[in-house]
């Protein structure tokens, strides 16, 4: 297989992924993935920057995805919380060789960073609370999320050398 054609294949289950678990979250407990009290779980997908750069474009394009077919997300969502993504995936995958003893722990901070950032001053947009309130609830989300799930799925895949299927 071509590396471009694997390239886009891992791209497009990655964001098929993200698209559809954050849809169940959604079916399963309506609001824990969308408004302040976010605990997106599909974000510990996340991680996945870690060993292929296919996941920076599935990631945003499986958040895009999301929002795009959630009947409650608003415009501004489909720009800032893909953006947030983007920025998030592009910094996992750019910090993937740092780490602390063994765990890339500046990484698996880059969604809490960005996220917090552009998603905390979207929803004081559109729900209000304040910056402070929106950012801090958003952060903590995505820490729980990436440093508990994260760390399990990418220890998971060290573990059993499954990085190896994303290797070319």
Known sequence: ???????LTHGAIIATLYA?????QNLLVPGSATWMSQLRLSEALCVLAF???AAVPGLTLG????????????????LVGS??????????????????????????VMPALTNTILVGWELSVYIGGGFWVNALSVALG?????LVLGSVIYWALKRRKLEKLFSK
């Open 1 to 7: 297989m071509s590396k471009r054609v694997r390239y």
């Open 20 to 24: 559809v678990l954050t849809h169940m």
């Open 51 to 53: 060993f292929t750069p």
């Open 63 to 78: 958040c895009l995805a999301f929002n795009l077919t959630f009947s409650a997300a608003l415009p501004l969502d489909f």
């Open 83 to 108: 953006l947030a993504t983007l920025l998030a995936a592009q910094g996992m995958w750019m910090c993937r060789n740092i780490t602390v003893k063994g765990y890339p722990l500046p990484g698996m």
């Open 142 to 146: 995505e820490l729980i999320v990436l």
